[in-house]
Every structure is written in C-alpha cells, then in structure tokens.
C-alpha cells in the first residue's frame, strides 16, 4: 500500500503563497487518484482538489478554482497543491489522499489512503 507526507504547510499572511506537497512511498503515485481536503476548526473535512490516476483530469472545488492548482510529479513520486491568492478562511489542516482508480472523487469516503495533514493558517 502507499504511504502519503504531507508537507509545505506554514503561516501566511492573506494573499500570499503556499505550495504543499504530497511525497508518496511503497507505491508508484501513477497507480492511484488522488485528491486534496481540508479540515478548518470545528467543520468537517471538505474536498479541494483532484487528479485522475492518469493526470490528464482534475476537479476544483468552488473556493478553490482559479486560486489554487493540483498537479504531480510522476519521476519524484509527489503531488502537490499550488495555492495563491490565499484568503483567512483557507486556513485549515489539508489532507492529501489517495485511491487506486481510475477516476477522480469528490467525497473522502472513497479514499483509501491519507497522510497525517499539514496546518495552513492565513492571516488577515
């Protein structure tokens, strides 16, 4: 099975720049969809992002489209999330995830795999 680090997480003021990244070990990162969530403070864990096991295919959230970019990197095994533009109530503790199909989705009941998380906090 893979096992999923987060990492690139860290305070920023609002409308600055973060890019948070998902190193994947045991298993090649082309053999699973994965997405990106976020867990804010007294709220439930809610998508972001995803990618197709291909790569060819992504999916943003509302909050998310035009701020911030899924992609991956195949020959270093790791995805990351690309996030400008950042506002206060992006701040939350993201989630990569991964599951072994095909296809891009949505809901985190059909993940598999998840890292521990990594703190975003943006301030005002």
């Known amino acids: 099975q893979v096992q999923l680090v987060e990492s690139g997480g860290g305070l920023v003021q609002a409308g600055g720049s973060l890019r948070l990244s998902c190193a994947a070990s045991?298993?090649?990162?082309?053999?699973?969809?994965m997405g990106w969530f976020r867990q804010a403070p007294g709220k439930e864990r809610a998508f972001v992002a995803a990618?197709?096991?291909?790569?060819?295919?992504?999916y943003y959230a509302g909050s998310a489209k035009g701020r911030f970019t899924i992609t991956r990197d195949v020959a270093k095994n790791t995805m990351y999330l690309e996030m400008n533009s950042l506002k206060p109530e992006d701040t939350a503790v993201y989630y990569c995830?991964?599951?072994?199909?095909?296809?891009?989705?949505?809901?985190?009941?059909?993940?598999?795999?998840w890292g521990q998380g990594t703190q975003v906090t943006v301030s005002s």
């Open positions: 995830a991964g599951r072994p199909r095909s296809t891009l989705r949505v809901t985190e009941g059909d993940y598999d795999y």
């Open positions: 045991g298993r090649t990162l082309s053999n699973y969809a």
């Open positions: 990618i197709s096991r291909s790569g060819d295919t992504t």
